[in-house]
């Protein structure tokens, strides 16, 4: 049988996927979910079995981009922002939410944040049928706990048991875990999180992230509302009571600092500009009026490095193109 050749981006590509799924014991049915593709594409291109087109390579890796950790951050007022918050939570060991609309970086930045920080794990909820079971496995694998991979199931005990063991031995490193897209969690997974927060407060900081909704499911779960508040230097969070009588979930709600991360506004686009090397004015302007968030900033400029336009001398007209 003729040996399929392969190009060096196809080779990179396959090379990256292979050390993602050992780093976070995935399997290819796992990556073929996030691209999007089938398992078959997905078997084709893990054991070479097909040359790949530029654009379907492109395609799949844009898709594991923030799985791989290889984002260049412009680091843009939210970008800051999200950066410091997670930082001066992992020193204080603390629980913290952070909300903010869609497109202003928020899985990207943590996601780095995880990357580049000694005992911090990224776990994103993507879909609303995820158990807890299925969720702390996820978990304990991201942390790089040790399970038997022979076994199909592991119980929800045993799996809280190890991860609370394993946040214990690494206390002094100050463990971090950020939950992503938690909007999509359901009200059960609160309940079933503030117990693991409960075994583990004061040694594992916690970062909630996600839109609006999490904060008004928390907020409903706990008989709380968080409302702003003028403090001396900006505008923050407390939470308020909506009821007379508390809960179980009250006092957990209130040991979350809350956190809301602002709107790109024309001045976030120039400089995400100015860092990608966009100098014309005109493009400038353009672009602050058409990029409402910097998943499309980014897509825009990857359009343009692959139809072969260079940034810096880039015209209205160009842009037009993208």
Partial sequence: MKKVEITAQQAMLRDKIVA?????????????????RSEGTISELLN????????????????LKDYFGDDNLVFTRQYNTMWNIAKAGKAASDMRLVFGNSGIGKSVVFRKFAEENESCWYVKIDRTSLTWNQFL???????????DRKRKRFSTSMLTDAIIRFVEEKA????????????????????????????TEGLLSVVLVGITQVVDRIGKLAGLECKAYESSSNVAYRWYPVRDNSNIYTTFARRIS??????????????????????????????????????????AVKRAERMGITLSTMTAEEFELL
Avoid at 20 to 36: D, S
Avoid at 139 to 144: I, N, P, Y
């Fill in 48 to 63: 070479d079995k097909k040359a790949f087109t530029v654009k379907l390579l492109n395609v799949i890796y844009d898709s």
């Fill in 20 to 36: 993602l799924m050992t780093k976070k014991n995935q399997k290819p049915a796992e990556i073929a979910r996030i691209t999007g």
């Fill in 172 to 199: 002094d490193t100050n463990p971090m875990l950020i939950i992503d897209e938690t909007e999509v969690a359901r009200s059960l997974f609160f309940k079933e999180f503030k117990n693991l927060q409960t075994a």
């Fill in 258 to 299: 809350v956190f809301r991360i602002n709107n790109i506004s024309a001045s976030d686009i120039a400089h995400f500009c100015a860092e990608k090397g966009i100098t014309d004015k005109k493009v400038v302007e353009l672009a602050a009026a058409r990029w409402w968030h910097y998943g499309e900033a980014d897509r």
């Fill in 137 to 147: 496995r996820a978990v304990a694998t991201e942390m790089g706990i040790r399970l």
